[in-house]
């Protein structure tokens, strides 16, 4: 009998394939203007002779877009309208702290939210191949929710965006938020999109713990986070940020907040579905 010639992760690469058309890329364009000022107002440089540096350095952080991956999770009721994709707050960067969270209008003023799914990136890639003149297309979006507590942020854009827009007929599944969170030492995935470039980015992992305290965690807590932290043995990145991790039925158990290179931490499954409930977004069943 011959050996095998792959190792045995049926499992892993189930969920991943069953999960990718779900996964996008998140583009915050942000303002510069009203978000350099904004950031002055809530986290003011000190004076003193780094002053001028540290606010050349703001003005020049305010051009820049920023990243993180999100995925889209299914309403209540039946939407054929609209496309919800679920990702990080943080990744809108210091606009907020413990005594005063955004709220969606300003969210709205300070960033425009935008979108690529995976098809298209797939799409771009192959035209890539014959034309180095292409560019990804990216949809608008626009934010409809944000828990800065909670670290969550909900953005939302329409299918005839995604059909006409982008062209992508393709169908991009809502991925269902799990019953229960996974037993310590189980099994997980994460997949993400860490930057523009990097679709498709898959790790296995492991359950180290369910739930700890941000605080335990994290000392310093200027933004004011205050949800508990699902703790897994999982490789992550600054742009896999709001990735979301995935039990063996492809249902996710956590959002990405962060890590430290041993471990990365997760927007506890508690906490998601506590907030989702409360946007009016929980769902009860799976559906893959």
């Not at 050349?56 to 999770?73: E, N, S």
């Not at 943080?90 to 300070?110: M, S």
């Amino acid at each position: 009998m011959a050996p095998p010639d792959t190792f045995s992760n049926a499992l892993e690469r189930w969920v991943y394939r069953n999960c990718a058309s779900s996964i996008v890329c998140v583009e915050l364009r942000p303002n510069p203007d009203l978000l350099f000022d904004w950031q002055n107002d809530l986290f003011p440089i000190p004076e003193g002779p780094e002053e001028n540096v540290q606010l050349a350095q703001r003005k020049a952080d305010c051009q820049l877009p920023m990243h993180c991956t999100g995925f889209v999770i299914e309403p209540v009721e039946l939407d054929p309208v609209h496309i919800y994709v679920l990702t990080c707050a943080h990744a809108l960067g210091p606009v907020f702290n413990a005594e005063q969270p955004i709220d969606v209008e300003l969210v709205n003023d300070l960033y425009q939210p935008y979108i690529i799914c995976d098809h298209m990136e797939q799409a771009y890639l192959n035209e890539l191949q014959h034309n180095n003149q292409v560019v990804r297309e990216y949809i608008r979006g626009f934010v409809v929710a944000v828990n800065c507590a909670n670290d969550l942020l909900l953005i939302e854009c329409t299918t005839v965006r995604f059909n006409v827009h982008l062209r992508c007929g393709m169908p991009h599944p809502p991925l269902a938020i799990a019953p229960q969170f996974p037993k310590p030492l189980r099994k997980v995935v994460m997949v993400s999109w860490p930057h523009p470039t990097r679709n498709r980015t898959a790790v296995t992992g492991e359950i180290s713990h369910p739930g700890r305290q941000f605080d335990e965690l994290y000392p310093e807590n200027p933004l004011g986070f205050t949800m508990m932290l699902s703790e897994v043995q999982i490789r992550s990145e600054q742009g896999s940020s709001g990735g979301p991790l995935l039990n063996g039925q492809a249902e996710v158990t956590g959002l990405l907040h962060g890590g430290n290179g041993s471990f990365s931490y997760f927007v506890s499954l508690h906490n998601l579905r506590e907030v989702l409930t409360e946007w009016g977004k929980a769902q009860e069943r799976p559906t893959f």
